[in-house]
């Protein structure tokens, strides 16, 4: 099956500072990957998302790269803002099994 | 249109009881999935099911778990005879039919399940 891995567990920066946070997967059947975040006590709640026949992907402050050769994808989060701080979690998923796979979470600190 | 609902959202439970946790996915939603949370760990998945069958259960322990996901009514979690290992938070996640490739899933706000 699919093993996604994820890097780095905690990650802190400076208000207004970018963060990145990486993943990658195993299986090159995966063919589309999202990104949630899940804040203390609440549940996974999906932010960005790209399939494979995309490279990038942006949504405001938000942005996600996939490198299908290599087999990883990133979250790049600009202007980060205390708000974003949270636990983000990747997945990867394909068309065959629909099954969804998480990385294993990044918590993320924004220092006012 | 209500997203993933799951209830109860907090439930204690004494040693070698019974917990039985529910989801109703979002409508139009024919798949559902269960993964557990421990504090500060990330999402385990657990089981993936689809009305009336069990897809893929290859997280879920052998003994004392079981799911199910019946024609009418709410996907259902059970734990037998609970253990203080079992407490953490349960969260249940739908997504549409297969026919569409890449579907995302959705959450519901989770069921906090603590054995005392």
């Known amino acids: 099956g699919e093993n996604v891995e994820q890097h780095p567990s905690t990650l802190s920066v400076q208000e207004g500072d970018s963060a990145v946070i990486k993943c990658t997967y195993s299986d090159s059947a995966s063919n589309y990957f999202p990104w949630y975040k899940q804040e203390l006590g609440k549940r996974p709640q999906l932010i960005i998302d790209i399939r494979s026949n995309v490279g990038e992907k942006k949504d405001q402050r938000i942005a996600v790269t996939l490198n299908k050769t290599a087999k990883h994808f990133s979250l790049h989060i600009t202007e980060t803002q205390p708000e974003d701080s949270a636990v983000y979690f990747c997945?990867?998923?394909?068309?065959?099994?629909?099954?969804?796979?998480f990385g294993t979470g990044t918590s993320l600190t924004v220092i006012p | 249109n209500a997203g993933v609902m799951q209830n109860p959202r907090h439930l204690v439970r004494r040693r070698g009881q019974e917990a039985r946790l529910r989801c109703s996915p979002m409508?139009?939603?024919?798949?559902v999935y269960w993964y557990r949370q421990l504090p500060e760990e990330g999402l385990k998945f657990m089981v993936y099911l689809q009305k009336e069958n069990i897809i893929d259960e290859s997280g879920m322990p052998k003994e004392r778990f079981s799911a199910e996901f019946p024609k009418e009514g709410p996907s259902i979690l059970r734990i037998q005879q609970v253990v203080r290992g079992d407490s953490a938070a349960y969260f249940c996640?739908?997504?549409?039919?297969?026919?569409?490739?890449?579907?995302?899933?959705?959450f519901g706000e989770g069921s906090w399940l603590t054995v005392v």
């Open positions: 996640a739908s997504s549409p039919s297969q026919a569409l490739s890449g579907n995302t899933i959705y």
């Open positions: 409508k139009g939603h024919s798949h």
């Open positions: 997945a990867a998923s394909h068309r065959t099994g629909n099954q969804f796979y």
